[in-house]
């Protein structure tokens, strides 16, 4: 009685030999040319993200008036949120913007949160730049 038939040898060869074929294939090299501008335009365009320079992004106006009664605005949505506020100036006043949103989804919601403590808070139009 045989340990291995001649079709099982035969098949366990067939086997060895196809899997050898298949890793050797697999230890190829790829080598990427790209153009040197690349890794600069990206880091352009994270700077401009970071600034906010980018896109149709949807903020929420939370004040506008004089320069002293914004910085108390600030100051109070600071204490109670976590979403990103700034303060810009628009002759001759001063706007409270929270948030960069990507959807007007996403700032929808941010806005039921925030009429609780600010009820004249709103979501205008997004300027196209």
């Excluded at 045989?2 to 230890?27: C, D, E, G, V």
């Excluded at 929270?98 to 996403?106: A, H, I, K, P, S």
């Amino acid at each position: 009685m045989r340990i291995l038939s001649r079709k099982n040898l035969i098949f366990i060869s067939f086997l060895t030999a196809f899997s050898y074929a298949n890793l050797s294939a697999q230890n190829a090299e790829i080598t990427i040319n790209q153009d040197q501008k690349i890794p600069m335009l990206l880091d352009l365009k994270t700077e401009m993200s970071e600034d906010n320079k980018i896109g149709d992004r949807y903020k929420i106006q939370l004040f506008y008036g004089d320069n002293n009664e914004a910085s108390e605005v600030f100051k109070e949505y600071e204490n109670k949120y976590s979403y990103p506020a700034m303060i810009d100036y628009e002759t001759p006043n001063y706007k409270v913007y929270v948030g960069n949103f990507r959807n007007r989804l996403e700032a929808d919601r941010a806005l039921l949160q925030i009429k609780e403590n600010f009820p004249g808070a709103f979501i205008p139009k997004p300027k196209r730049r």
